[in-house]
């Protein structure tokens, strides 16, 4: 009846082990964290190693918080642009003529073409650019991104609808937090939080940063670079943007982009052999490395305009053909600007302009003082209810309390594998999940003190009390967990950290308070024998 099978105890032992040594290195800082992988033997195997730890939130350790914001009328001007574009290329595959050229509206492009055979060749193809939004495979469409309008004297217009534009800031925030976690990492900066706060903003929280002045120079900018050509007299297709080695004179620059940064491979700070003056040395890819020697080979004598968010850097004149795929980027640089380029480079250029909508800088200090506040919580509830339990059930509450360690030490390891953010809510969640996991013992236990008193024996007894407490504890974890997950997917930062350490709690406490309980039990009885209760 109350057995336990050698392959149930070795598998359950096993999962606690495991567990508990995930835990280790949360219990490390980062040099000896640092110092206890560098001692492992390289043949080790790195899946076997347990290297992650839990990330301390802003509140415990200060830094920097910035809340960042999607310029939505800035993305619509570059969607408009490439709109353009995209209107540009179609009537030259079709060979369809407009008159007066593509003109831009609020919110999108307008063409004319009378000619009514012209315009059912060209039709299809504009269809083309209206793309539904929505998952297709799922079945879902929320509309168009583009809608196009027509009228009899043949004037067409396509425009963005509110869909397309919602669609796209959403796109673009996800392409932000990706951008924007490779370039705080490529600072040398560890365990960013970076997370989208409603539809259009990111949250980015660096803890352990005080400095917040790189953080922000590197989110100021969009690190959109572009290679264009500078337009020659007369052109009417350009863009006046200011010219850093002019003074900020604005200068023609045409639209036609050459290459851009996405065709980069690499970009590395380095200094130039002759001046010595910091550059950065870049490398295109095969497709950018084929337009920028197509383009340099063509326009022998023009000047190339390097343009970083909406600036010329730079504009060198093209002497000879670059066709190797590599150059490099000059201009009046300090060291660390072409540091901070080069990581804006690599790291891919923004979708659009973000804005710091709030910036908070936390100090060490709070952290400290909330660490102690939140350990003596933990300790002087742990120690109460560690007396409470074996005062009131003896051998049976040891083993609650063993079982309680044991929780806990669950909880830091699963923290660690899911790299999670200990915030100070967090630690009131561990405080709270101590009380429900005992919770679950007491029920069991006073079930087994229930089917004892009306008669059974001690071995039955225990096979009932866990039996038919079972389904209780399995409702009352239930209703809880239901209640963290909607403070999960409905509440954010704190809130949410709170809630993913109570959801941890609640799983572990099924495995700690029932089977592992239920498990030493078992062996404490076929051990001692008892005639009565040891409570």
């Not at 004297?153 to 800031?169: F, M, Q």
């Not at 996800?174 to 409603?198: F, L, M």
């Not at 490099?328 to 300090?334: A, K, L």
Request: avoid cysteine.
């Amino acid at each position: 009846m109350l057995r336990f099978s050698r392959s149930k105890i070795i598998a359950t032992m096993a999962i606690i082990v495991i567990g508990l040594l995930l835990a280790v290195p949360s219990m490390m800082n980062r040099e000896q964290r640092q110092a206890y992988l560098n001692a492992i033997p390289s043949w080790v195997p790195s899946w076997l190693v347990p290297s992650r730890a839990i990330v301390l939130g802003l509140d415990l350790q200060g830094g920097s918080h910035v809340l960042l914001e999607v310029d939505a009328q800035d993305l619509l001007r570059g969607q408009i642009t490439l709109l353009r574009d995209d209107v540009r290329r179609i009537l030259r595959d079709t060979r369809v003529s407009s008159q007066n050229g593509i003109q831009t509206v609020q919110r999108g492009v307008q063409i004319r073409v009378p000619d009514a055979a012209e315009r059912d060749r060209l039709m299809p193809r504009l269809r083309e650019l209206s793309q539904p939004i929505g998952n297709a495979m799922l079945g879902q469409s929320g509309g168009n991104s583009v809608q196009i309008n027509t009228t009899p004297d043949g004037v067409i217009t396509l425009t963005y609808t509110d869909a397309g534009i919602n669609e796209r800031v959403r796109r673009a925030v996800d392409q932000s937090i990706e951008v924007v976690r490779r370039r705080i990492d490529a600072t040398g900066t560890t365990e960013p939080s970076i997370q989208r706060q409603g539809a259009d903003r990111v949250l980015v929280q660096v803890p352990g940063l005080q400095d917040p002045q790189q953080l922000k120079a590197l989110l100021g900018e969009t690190g959109n670079l572009e290679f264009r050509l500078l337009a020659q007299p007369g052109a009417t297709d350009v863009d006046m943007l200011p010219m850093e080695d002019a003074g900020g004179q604005r200068v023609p620059v045409e639209r036609r982009v050459i290459a851009e940064g996405g065709d980069l491979t690499d970009a590395q700070p380095a200094f130039d052999s002759q001046t010595r003056q910091p550059i950065v040395n870049f490398r295109f890819n095969i497709r950018g490395a084929q337009r920028f020697g197509q383009a340099t080979t063509e326009n022998l004598g023009r000047q190339l305009a390097i343009v970083l968010d909406n600036r010329v850097i730079s504009a060198p004149t093209i002497q000879s053909p670059i066709t190797g795929g590599s150059g490099q980027i000059s201009g009046s640089f300090t060291v660390e600007q072409v540091n901070n380029l080069a990581v804006l480079l690599r790291s891919g250029a923004l979708p659009a302009k973000l804005t710091i909508v709030e910036e908070r800088t936390v100090g060490p200090g709070l952290g400290r003082d909330s660490i102690e506040a939140g350990k003596l919580a933990t300790y002087v509830a742990g120690i109460f209810v560690v007396i409470f339990m074996f005062a009131t059930y003896g051998v049976f509450g040891l083993i609650a309390n063993i079982a309680l360690l044991v929780h806990v030490g669950l909880i830091f390891g699963l923290m660690s594998v899911l790299e999670a953010t200990l915030t100070l809510p967090g630690i009131a969640g561990i405080v709270l999940t101590i009380g429900t996991a005992v919770d679950s013992n007491v029920l069991i236990y006073e079930r087994i003190r229930e089917e004892v008193r009306s008669g059974r024996s001690i071995v039955s007894g225990i096979q009932a009390g866990f039996d038919r407490a079972f389904a209780t504890i399995i409702d009352s974890n239930s209703t809880m967990a239901i209640a963290a997950l909607i403070l999960f997917f409905l509440g954010s930062g704190p809130v949410r950290g709170f809630a993913v350490v109570f959801i941890l709690g609640i799983l572990t406490t099924v495995l700690t308070a029932v089977t592992l309980t239920r498990m030493m039990i078992a062996l404490w009885y076929q051990w001692m024998r008892p005639k009565v209760l040891p409570f």
